[in-house]
């Protein structure tokens, strides 16, 4: 390359990476631009919903890039839209969120996108699907954000007094409340308390209802903007439960003012039960509910017990034909949908996967131990065959191999032969017998054994005894001297010298002593440096047999 | 350098031959237990492990010829009595016995440390203990071949 050449190169090398560096640059400016807003929606989305709505609607949704910033802005917009009361029934814009997040999000972030999903499911009238995501919701645990929590409460609530279930309704309301009062939200705290009141009064259960309203009374008095809120309660509490006087107090004073269709048919309720006939039909005719609904339903309801009072029998019922019919098509929509057992097949579902877990966990255990059992079965009928097979042929060879080479131990080592004599016949006889019965494991354990006994009679004292007489009388008292020189030395390593002065081979020690050939080798060595380095007078006759 | 590199890729690839069938078992008990599109071992924490381990599997391959010829030159010195071979097998011996004690205990901690997690993570623990336990047995094993050397 000439050096024109290779200067342009190194040039355009450094120009692509100043251009990298700027681009990366560039670009994290941008995506710190939208995280910025995002950050300041989000810091306002609780106190001014409409502010943030108006943030996030400022920011161009391609200019985040990572999976995480798509998923912060489409839980943030999601946020946003249902604070400012703007229902959304289509994913679009919670999308990105549910896909992040449920799988990668914290707990935090999973219980916000979950509730939303919820939200979504009903605004749609998925009150089945609604469920699902709002027990999803809530078995998630390390959570943090107790006003989301709360929502997600009051929310299932909703869809479990849809369900008759009373009871779930009130607690998830009751634990709501609480909820609020922690983080000081009082307001929706005496909402909480408000809805727990009413199913407590659907329950017919007064004592808990009085309990509710020792708690909320207080805290009217605290933060009166609650009021509004409790009202509906208080008027279905008086009318149930309060005496005639106590209920026509309540609805002449309060009959004057702006009540909704649902507060309307209980005011009819109300005066209906007090005997105030006339009342109660100039209230229920004011109310004009739209055709099977719940709010038809209880119309008809309070329209039909005013009737019957007045004696108008055939408006009755032909009012009660028609109460009939809505209620039967109502019970029949309900029973058709999931809703009713959408929690109790969450709880199959999950059942079925924890007995899936439980059968693989059995099946691994179960796999691993069998196959954990025949390996070590194996191994070791296989190494003890093995091993026993390489000591008989060491054995077999015991008599031909006995002394070193070059040893002048003639006369000591025909004494010592003969004194194993017999000892090697046995030994002998009993490796050709082990040898032949290959078939019979039984048979070749009892031989080995016996062969075992017949080894361990060489090393037994009375043989090192003997051993020891010999090699004394023939090397003018060596053990005794050599006993005198090192007293401290154990017994198996006098031992050990022993059988080197005697002039065994180091395999003969090896099958003697039951050790390892390269042990052998590796006491020969220690004993030999401790011998070297002692100040003993024989040591050069003791390391001649160390040769 | 190339001996120990070979040793490394060897002892690095008969990890991932292990690996791979743990998971294929665990794919046919998967199957048989009838929940294979439920896989278990695809948390991020199972790559992490398998990663940590092919690298550890790797760095003992790639150091064993190093610490092998040390401990070589060491018994040699110490027993100049003894032939060769003997010092090579006593230095191999020696080894192991040092690797499957360092590994013993890596994976009983490891295990034992995410056995509040077994319902998450029931392979990996399940594959820590029983590896664990497993070394310690050889560890142990070997430990009484080479007693008193």
Known sequence: ?547 | MKESLKYGLLTGLGYCAIVGVIHLVGLCIGYIAGSIDNFLYSSRLYLYFAVAGLCGSFICGFLYPVILSRYVSRYMSEYPDVPTHYIKEISRGKLLSNYYHIIALVCIICGVGLLHSIDRLPLLVCVLLSGGLSFLFLYIKNKKRYQNI
């Open chain 1, 1 to 547: 390359m000439t050096k024109r050449n290779f200067v342009s190169t190194y040039s355009l090398l450094w120009v692509l990476v100043i251009a990298f560096i700027t681009g990366s640059v560039f670009s994290c400016t941008d995506n710190s631009e939208a995280e910025k807003r995002l950050t300041s929606a989000q810091a306002l989305m609780n106190q001014h919903p409409d502010s943030a709505l108006a943030i996030l609607q400022g920011i161009d949704r391609s200019s985040l890039s990572s999976d995480k910033g798509k998923a912060r802005y489409a839980l943030l917009m999601s946020q946003a839209l249902d604070k400012n009361y703007i229902d959304t029934t289509t994913f679009d814009i919670l999308q990105p969120a549910i896909d992040y997040y449920i799988d990668k999000g914290t707990p935090d972030e999973k219980l916000t996108t979950f509730y939303y999903q919820g939200r979504i499911y009903q605004n749609k009238g998925d009150e089945d699907n609604a469920m699902l995501s709002f027990i999803n919701a809530r078995e998630i645990t390390g959570v943090t954000d107790t006003l989301t929590l709360a929502h997600l409460l009051v929310a299932q609530g909703t869809l479990y007094l849809r369900q008759y279930k009373t009871s779930d309704f009130v607690a998830n309301n009751l634990e709501a409340a609480k909820l609020y009062g922690k983080i000081g939200r009082h307001i929706l705290e005496i909402d909480s308390y408000a809805k727990a009141l009413n199913g407590y009064v659907i329950m017919d259960d007064k004592a808990a209802a009085d309990s509710v309203m020792v708690v909320c009374v207080p805290l009217i008095r605290e933060f009166p903007d609650g009021e509004a809120s409790l009202f509906p309660a208080m008027l279905g509490y008086t009318i149930d439960f309060c005496s005639p006087d106590e209920i026509k107090t309540f609805l002449d004073n309060y009959k004057d003012f702006e009540l909704g269709h649902d507060e309307t048919m209980d005011f009819a309720r109300g005066y209906s039960k007090i005997g105030e006939l006339d009342e109660a039909m100039d209230f229920i005719s004011s109310v004009n509910p739209a055709p099977n609904t719940p709010d038809s339903l209880k119309y008809a309801a309070v329209k039909l017990d005013i009737l019957e009072k007045q004696g108008n029998y055939e408006q009755a019922l032909n009012l009660y034909k028609d109460y009939s019919a809505m209620l039967e098509r109502y019970q029949n929509e309900l029973l058709t949908q999931d809703l009713l057992f959408a929690d109790k097949k969450h709880q199959l579902e999950v059942n079925v996967l924890q007995e899936r877990t439980q059968k693989e966990r059995f099946v691994w255990i179960a796999l691993g131990v069998i196959l954990l059992l025949i390996i070590i079965y194996q191994m070791w009928v296989r190494k003890l065959r093995i091993e026993h097979e390489n000591d008989l042929l060491k054995i077999q060879t015991l008599q031909q191999n006995l002394f070193e080479n070059g040893q002048k131990q003639n006369e000591a080592k025909e004494r010592i032969q003969k004194l194993f004599q017999t000892r090697f016949h046995l030994l002998d006889g009993l490796a050709s017998s082990y040898f032949e019965s290959k078939e019979t494991g039984q048979e070749q354990k009892r031989i080995f054994a016996e062969v075992k006994e017949s080894i361990s009679n060489f090393s037994s004292d009375e043989t090192i005894t003997e051993l020891t007489e010999i090699v004394n009388g023939y090397n003018n008292g060596l053990m005794d001297r050599f006993k005198a020189d090192f007293p401290k030395l154990s017994k198996s390593r006098f031992r050990f010298a022993l059988y080197l002065f005697c002039g065994f081979s180091l395999p003969s020690i090896s099958i003697f002593t039951g050790m390892e050939l390269r042990n052998v080798y590796v006491h020969k060595s220690r004993l030999k440096s401790v011998i070297s380095g002692s100040d003993s007078p024989y040591k050069a006759e003791y390391l001649r047999y160390f040769e």
